[in-house]
């Protein structure tokens, strides 16, 4: 599966901002998605998961403020970015796997090439 992320931008502290993957070439629906992140000089991190039934999952760090959602019928999934923080200005990454362990990024086996998101304080 081809994934294409966007909406991402600059925005300042306590804003918001909506991320979108669309993807192509097989049905989203066969595929766990997920969220990465990965800010200058540091490792790539988990963000947000929804499983294949729907099911969501979010690091520590977004809880109550980030949302994930699928739409199948869109072949396309959003993370909503409220409450936007300095701390969260990174690429953001939507990848697709098909394994059941969702916050691992080496488990996912698409990516999308990723969406520059900066807040300013």
């Known amino acids: 599966v081809q994934l294409q992320a966007s909406g991402g931008g600059l925005v300042q502290a306590g804003g918001s901002l909506r991320l979108a993957c669309a993807a192509s070439?097989?049905?989203?629906?066969?595929?766990?998605m997920g969220w990465f992140r990965q800010a200058p000089g540091k490792e790539r991190e988990f963000v947000a998961a929804?499983?294949?039934?729907?099911?969501?999952y979010y690091a520590d760090s977004v809880k109550g403020r980030f949302a994930i959602s699928r739409d199948n019928a869109k072949n396309t999934v959003y993370l909503e970015m409220n409450s936007l923080k300095p701390e969260d200005t990174a690429v953001y990454y939507c990848a697709a796997s098909t394994n059941v362990v969702l916050t691992t990024s080496r488990l996912y086996s698409s990516w999308g090439q990723g969406t520059q998101v900066t807040v300013s304080s």
């Open positions: 929804v499983s294949r039934s729907f099911s969501t």
């Open positions: 070439g097989r049905t989203l629906r066969s595929y766990h």
